[in-house]
């Protein structure tokens, strides 16, 4: 059966700024990416990252072949297929839990990866306690961690109990109940997934930059002097505008939302598929995850909120946005040369196509 969507909103991106927003961009950074100058508005670069990286598969009966053949490679005990983690045999998967393994009953299972059990101990779940946020491990927007990750942190049966890997499954009707229970637990949860990604900028900056918290205090983890002083800007950033958020909400009465700040918020995941093609996995942990992407869609909100609780020494909400645009070109240069140009699901647009083919979508 096909879920009903007509319960789900996605928000579709009115794309707006003042002129005196637009200009010339100058992306400089010396070990990622060339010098690149663009004449363009910062809600429009946004898009174009997002483009860049995202793409919506075709050929979802292609990926539910691959699904099955990964689930018979996981009920076969085959820790080290390519079907299961794109790191299968690489001697850490499985010890890291990248592949998950039930130790009692001696089987794979993707219950027991490193994402799904951080799901159960997380602060922000469904009511059910199936969907969490957890955060990435890495530093935010500095190295190649876009944000929080959706999880899938229990296994019922509707999501086909712990044969479930990806968020493609066996067909559109599993795919789109699990795709659409997470955007709606998302879209439910998301000033509180926003305050999770400010804690957790945060939480680098006061630990001396480090790019992995599980690593030590050696200088290779930690942010380059010159790159620190992005960061505490792009910490001001966000952090502003949470309080902006907060603020704005008190003077309402609805609650306080990213919408009020002028920030959207997709989401993003990885299955069998690399350049547009069916591949082996793409992703490297053996159960449902799914990366956040927040983005700046309106920059008159976003000024408006910088201004609203702008403190006498912070920097002018111009240069806030300035830095941010930077600090975001950099990323998407890491990005691509790490290998993500077209690797991401962009769920917001699959879960719209999948709307029209099977029910209408309220779109606001």
């Known amino acids: 059966m096909i879920p009903n969507l007509s319960a789900l909103d996605i928000v579709r991106n009115r794309e707006t700024e003042p002129d005196e927003t637009k200009g010339i961009l100058v992306v400089s950074q010396p070990r990622y990416a060339p010098r690149v100058w663009m004449k363009v508005s910062l809600a429009a670069l946004e898009q174009q990252h997002i483009e860049e990286l995202s793409y919506v598969p075709h050929e979802t009966q292609e990926l539910y072949k691959k699904a099955q053949e990964a689930q018979n490679a996981m009920n076969k005990g085959i820790k080290d297929?390519?079907?299961?983690?794109?790191?299968a045999k690489k001697p850490f998967a499985l010890g890291n839990k990248l592949i998950g393994w039930d130790a009692v009953y001696k089987k794979l299972t993707p219950r027991n990866t490193l994402l799904a059990e951080k799901g159960r101990d997380a602060n922000i779940k469904s009511e059910n306690g199936h969907l969490a946020i957890i955060d990435d491990r890495d530093i935010p927007l500095m190295a190649?961690?876009?944000?929080?990750?959706?999880?899938?942190?229990?296994?019922?049966?509707?999501?086909?109990?712990?044969?479930?890997?990806?968020?493609?499954y066996k067909d559109d009707a599993s795919t789109m109940r699990l795709l659409i229970d997470y955007l709606m637990f998302r879209n439910a949860n998301r000033p509180t997934i926003f305050a999770a990604f400010v804690k957790k900028l945060e939480a680098h900056q006061s630990a001396g930059y480090k790019i992995n918290p599980d690593k030590g205090e050696d200088e290779p983890n930690k942010l380059e002097k010159p790159e620190r002083k992005k960061y505490d800007h792009i910490v001001l950033f966000f952090s502003r505008l949470l309080e902006a958020m907060y603020k704005i909400g008190e003077t309402k009465d609805i609650p306080a939302d990213l919408n009020d700040?002028?920030?959207?918020?997709?989401?993003?995941?990885?299955t069998w598929m690399q350049d547009c093609k069916p591949s082996d996995a793409a992703f490297s942990v053996m159960s449902p995850h799914f990366q956040t992407r927040l983005y700046v869609k309106d920059v008159k909100l976003v000024m408006h909120a910088l201004s609203y609780v702008q403190k006498a020494d912070d920097p002018?909400?111009?240069?806030?946005?300035?830095?941010?645009?930077?600090?975001?070109?950099?990323l998407l240069a890491r990005m691509k040369e790490a290998g993500y140009t077209k690797a991401f699901v962009h769920l917001d647009k699959l879960a719209a196509v999948m709307g029209k083919k099977y029910s209408p979508l309220k779109l606001v």
């Open 144 to 168: 190649l961690s876009m944000g929080p990750n959706g999880v899938l942190a229990e296994f019922p049966p509707k999501y086909g109990g712990d044969e479930r890997i990806n968020l493609f």
């Open 316 to 330: 002018q909400a111009e240069d806030l946005l300035k830095n941010y645009r930077v600090v975001m070109g950099e």
């Open 81 to 87: 297929s390519l079907l299961l983690s794109k790191f």
């Open 261 to 270: 700040i002028g920030i959207g918020m997709i989401s993003f995941c990885q």
